[in-house]
Each structure stands twice: as structure tokens, then as C-alpha cells.
């Protein structure tokens, strides 16, 4: 009965997203160029089709362009792409670009001009709002409406934005989507309480740590695992049962990096070695750590036997579908997009939960996020297209979350950690998994390549 429900509702949800899609098609169109002119704030200066090339100006705008696009979690191969374009409409088509996950070196080529550089990105991620803006500057710089001076002081003004939502709205946004991952995920209610409750001291301690240099990451990370999974043991040595296992992941969700190692499988697939290395060791390093966090507190405390993939399914079949809107809501908050991007964010939420519902049913766990990578990536290319629409990173990032790789992947590192020979099995499925998202990602662009925005 329960399978019944859940699929009535991922098909009437599917539905219900495709009419809205397509009375959306033709309105995307004509906001293209309205989308594109948002980007020029006041003060900001068009490019002159009969300007000189400035070789030194160009290549400071592509390294300043370039490095908040690393910072926001851009893949190399779209940073090359923007960077080129730049140069392009800049009048420099003999420039290249070497992009590395956490560095750039961009030399700009023109008639009698040639300047070479090299960037370090920043470090800190941007938030969403950021990463939006940053989205709509490279838009308009990579057609021409910025000129390299503009562009610049336009990334300035982005890096100095102010989040949106203050401090106490953020740690309660956190709260909000540890609960409805820890639903998602099939927690108990008590649970879910539990999940909230060290999702807000999870989220007041990364809030605490982004004041912190990056050389302490590591113990942050650790320090973070180990309090979270002292708290769910204890209580699961106090009887509690299996149901708050759920728990033990859902206030770790921002450090899981499910998104950096899909992305390095991603890379690895279209040919980009070293950064697609880079990030995949980073991201197991990662993992390592949270892991042994983990290990960490259960050595120190003691734990019952239990199963990570143990679902009780107590809350019932329409719980899941309130709980992503819930977790829509919150990582909105948390992550600070901006406001007027929440309507979209649900949407393709909803979209990408339906299609692993459905793609779970038919094809199993691991390509189901196959499915839902394959839907979704195109229904955000058509989003990022609307006038009110966030860019696709924006929208895409909350509805990637909800397909939890790197849970897998933790609860296996979990275990070797603790010498479990069960370890193995949960690491090839995260791998499944990874390169599972990454092929959909690459089948649904194929399908999105009409929906780019043209050049203006």
C-alpha cells in the first residue's frame, strides 16, 4: 500500500512539474535578454565593439571572474569556457587557460599584447546568493554587456555581499534540513527531534568556523563528527533503538562531499585529470575524516550492534514529500540563496525526489540517482533561464544533496575504520553511486545544450 502511495505521488509530482515546465518554455525565451541585462549594475560599462584590446585588463578580469567561479564550486572545464569567451569578446582569441580545483593560470594573447597570470582561489566557498550573482556577472561579461573594469569591480561588490539571513535565521535553517534529511532518510520522530537538535549546534559550530583559518579544517571536521556521534551512541546505548540512527548523517550533510567527488568523477569522465584526482583525493580525505570522527566516539564510549541501512519507515508514505519542501526551506535559509529562488528550489526538489522515487522502484538504489541526476540537470538549465530563475548551480546543489552519496560512502570508511568487513561493499556502492550521478549529469546536459542562453 505504502509503495502504492509513493509512486502515485512521484508520478502526479512529475506531472504537476512538466505543465509548469513547458508554460514555462516559451516565457524563458523572451526573459533571456532581461535575465542577462539584470546583471549590469549602475555605473557598469558595455563593452565597445570598437575598443581596443586590453590585454592586462582582460587578464585581470578572467583571473578575478575565474577565481570566484572556483570558489563557488564551478567545474574546470565551465570555467575554461567562460574564461575563453571573455577573452574572445574581448578581442584576445589566442588566449588560453589552465584551471586546477583551488588555482588558475591565464595568459591573454592579443596583436602585440600578451600578459600572463596566475590566482590562488580565496579558500572560502560563496554562498548561494553569491554564487548566483557570480553567474549573472560571467553571463554578462562573457557577452560583452560587462567590460573587463566593470567585471572586476562587479566580483568586488559580489565577495563583499552581506548574507541575506543573519546568523540565528542560518543556524535554524540548519536545524530545519537535518530534521528533513533525518526523515528522508527514515528516522523515528524522536529521530527527527534528535537530528534537529545537533543540527543546531552543528550549524552554530560551521557558522563559529568560518572565522577559523582552513589550516584547522581537518580538526573542525573532526571535532564536528566526533560530538554528533557521541551524542547519537550515547543515546542508542540508552535504549532509544535504531530509529535515530538517522541522526548520526543527517547534521553532517554540509560536510559530506558527495558534490566534490561526483564532480572528480565527472571530470575524470570528460577528460580532466589533475583536477579530477585532486578533488577525488580531497574528497576522500574528507571522508576519512568524518569517518573518524565516528570511529573516534564509538571507541570512546561504546556501541550496540545496528545497521546504517536500516529503514524503519515509521512516519508514513506522505512524510517524505513534506519533509523536502522542509528541506527546501532550510538549506534556502542555511546556505543563504537568494529569497526570490526558493519557488524554483522547490521545484526542482521535487522533481529530482520524484524521479529517484520512481527510478528506485524500477531500476534500484544506485541508478536511481542515475534518473534523477538525468531529469533534473535539464529542468535547471530551464530555471536558470527564467527572470525570477536562480542559476543552475543554485538549484542544482540543494536537489544534489537529496540524493546523500557521500552517506554511503561515510558509513563505509565508518567501517574500515572499525576493521568491518562490510566496509568494502559500501564504498563500491558509493562509487556506483558517484559515477551513477555524474553519467546522468552528462546525459542531462546533452539534453539541456538547447536551453543555453545564447550569446547577446
Same mark, same amino acid.
Given at each position: 500500500m505504502t509503495v502504492g502511495?509513493e509512486?502515485?505521488?512521484a508520478?502526479?509530482v512529475?506531472i &504537476?512539474?512538466?505543465?509548469i515546465?513547458?508554460l ?7 526573459d533571456?535578454?532581461?535575465s542577462?541585462?539584470? /546583471?549590469v549594475r549602475t555605473?557598469?560599462v558595455?563593452l565597445?565593439?570598437?575598443?581596443e584590446?586590453d590585454?592586462a ?8 571572474a ?5 570558489d ?7 570555467v575554461q569556457?567562460?574564461?575563453g ?6 578581442g584576445?582569441p589566442?588566449?588560453e587557460m589552465?584551471v586546477?580545483p583551488n588555482?588558475l ?5 592579443g596583436e602585440g599584447?600578451h600578459?600572463?597570470?596566475?590566482v ?8 548561494l546568493v553569491?554564487?548566483?550573482e557570480v553567474?549573472? /556577472?560571467?553571463?554578462a ?7 573587463p573594469?566593470?567585471?572586476i ?5 559580489i565577495?563583499?555581499?552581506?548574507p541575506?539571513?543573519?546568523? &540565528?535565521l542560518r ?6 534540513l537535518s530534521a528533513?534529511l533525518a526523515?528522508?532518510?527514515g528516522?523515528s520522530?524522536?529521530?527527527? /527531534?534528535i537530528?534537529?537538535?545537533l543540527?543546531?549546534?552543528t550549524?552554530? /559550530?560551521l557558522l563559529?568556523s568560518? +572565522?577559523v583559518?582552513?589550516r584547522y ?6 571535532g564536528i563528527?566526533?560530538?554528533?556521534s557521541?551524542?547519537?551512541?550515547l ?11 538517522a541522526?548520526?548523517i543527517a547534521p553532517?550533510?554540509?560536510l559530506l ?6 564532480t ?9 585529470m589533475?583536477s579530477?584526482?585532486? +578533488? ?5 580525505m574528507?571522508l576519512v575524516l568524518l569517518?573518524?570522527g565516528i ?9 550496540p550492534?545496528?545497521d ?6 515509521l512516519?508514513g508514505?506522505?512524510?517524505p514529500?513534506i519533509?523536502?519542501?522542509?528541506f527546501?526551506?532550510g538549506?534556502t535559509v542555511?546556505?543563504c ?5 526558493l519557488p524554483?528550489?522547490?521545484?526542482v ?10 527510478g528506485?522502484?524500477?531500476?534500484g ?11 533534473v540537470t ?7 533561464r527564467q527572470?525570477?530563475?536562480p542559476?543552475?548551480l543554485?538549484?542544482?546543489?540543494p ?5 546523500v552519496?557521500?552517506?554511503?560512502g ?14 568494502s561493499?559500501?564504498l ?11 553519467l546522468?549529469v552528462?546525459?542531462?546536459?546533452a539534453?539541456s545544450n538547447?536551453?543555453r542562453?545564447?550569446?547577446?
Amino acid at each position: 500500500m505504502t509503495v502504492g502511495i509513493e509512486v502515485w505521488l512521484a508520478e502526479a509530482v512529475l506531472i &504537476a512539474a512538466a505543465v509548469i515546465l513547458v508554460l514555462l518554455r516559451p516565457k524563458a525565451v523572451r526573459d533571456i535578454a532581461a535575465s542577462a541585462q539584470s /546583471a549590469v549594475r549602475t555605473g557598469a560599462v558595455a563593452l565597445s565593439p570598437t575598443a581596443e584590446p586590453d590585454a592586462a585588463a582582460t587578464l585581470e578580469a578572467a583571473e578575478s571572474a575565474g577565481r570566484a567561479m572556483i570558489d563557488a564550486g564551478f567545474s574546470v572545464e565551465t570555467v575554461q569556457d567562460v574564461l575563453g569567451d571573455i577573452a574572445r569578446v574581448n578581442g584576445l582569441p589566442a588566449s588560453e587557460m589552465v584551471v586546477f580545483p583551488n588555482a588558475l593560470m591565464v595568459s591573454a594573447r592579443g596583436e602585440g599584447q600578451h600578459s600572463t597570470g596566475a590566482v590562488v582561489s580565496e579558500g572560502g566557498g560563496l554562498l548561494l546568493v553569491q554564487i548566483d550573482e557570480v553567474q549573472r /556577472a560571467v553571463d554578462a561579461a562573457r557577452t560583452g554587456l560587462l567590460d573587463p573594469r566593470s567585471t572586476i569591480a562587479r566580483i568586488a561588490e559580489i565577495r563583499a555581499m552581506a548574507p541575506p539571513f543573519g546568523p &540565528a535565521l542560518r543556524v535554524a535553517g540548519y536545524a530545519l534540513l537535518s530534521a528533513a534529511l533525518a526523515v528522508l532518510l527514515g528516522s523515528s520522530w524522536v529521530g527527527v /527531534a534528535i537530528a534537529a537538535g545537533l543540527g543546531l549546534l552543528t550549524g552554530a /559550530a560551521l557558522l563559529v568556523s568560518e +572565522r577559523v583559518p582552513r589550516r584547522y579544517g581537518a580538526l573542525i571536521t573532526v571535532g564536528i563528527a566526533f560530538g554528533v556521534s557521541i551524542a547519537v551512541f550515547l543515546l542508542l546505548r540508552a535504549g532509544l533503538g535504531p530509529g535515530i540512527l538517522a541522526a548520526l548523517i543527517a547534521p553532517l550533510v554540509v560536510l559530506l562531499p558527495g558534490a566534490l567527488l561526483t564532480t572528480a568523477v565527472l571530470e575524470l569522465c570528460t577528460g580532466q585529470m589533475l583536477s579530477g584526482a585532486g +578533488r577525488l583525493a580531497a574528497g576522500a580525505m574528507q571522508l576519512v575524516l568524518l569517518g573518524a570522527g565516528i570511529v573516534a566516539a564509538g571507541a570512546v564510549v561504546g556501541v550496540p550492534d545496528f545497521d546504517f541501512a536500516e529503514n524503519p519507515d515509521l512516519l508514513g508514505p506522505f512524510a517524505p514529500w513534506i519533509a523536502v519542501a522542509v528541506f527546501g526551506v532550510g538549506i534556502t535559509v542555511n546556505r543563504c540563496a537568494p529569497p526570490r529562488a526558493l519557488p524554483w528550489i522547490l521545484l526542482v526538489l521535487y522533481v529530482a525526489y520524484a524521479a529517484q522515487v520512481l527510478g528506485d522502484l524500477v531500476l534500484g538504489g544506485v541508478l536511481s540517482a542515475f534518473v534523477g541526476a538525468l531529469v533534473v540537470t535539464p529542468v535547471t538549465a530551464l530555471v536558470a533561464r527564467q527572470r525570477t530563475g536562480p542559476a543552475a548551480l543554485v538549484s542544482f546543489t540543494p536537489a544534489f544533496w537529496l540524493l546523500v552519496p557521500g552517506a554511503l560512502g561515510l558509513v563505509g570508511v565508518a567501517d574500515l575504520l572499525g576493521g568491518d568487513a562490510r566496509a568494502s561493499a559500501s564504498l563500491l556502492a558509493t562509487l556506483a553511486t558517484m559515477v551513477s550521478i555524474a553519467l546522468g549529469v552528462l546525459a542531462g546536459s546533452a539534453l539541456s545544450n538547447r536551453m543555453r542562453r545564447p550569446a547577446l
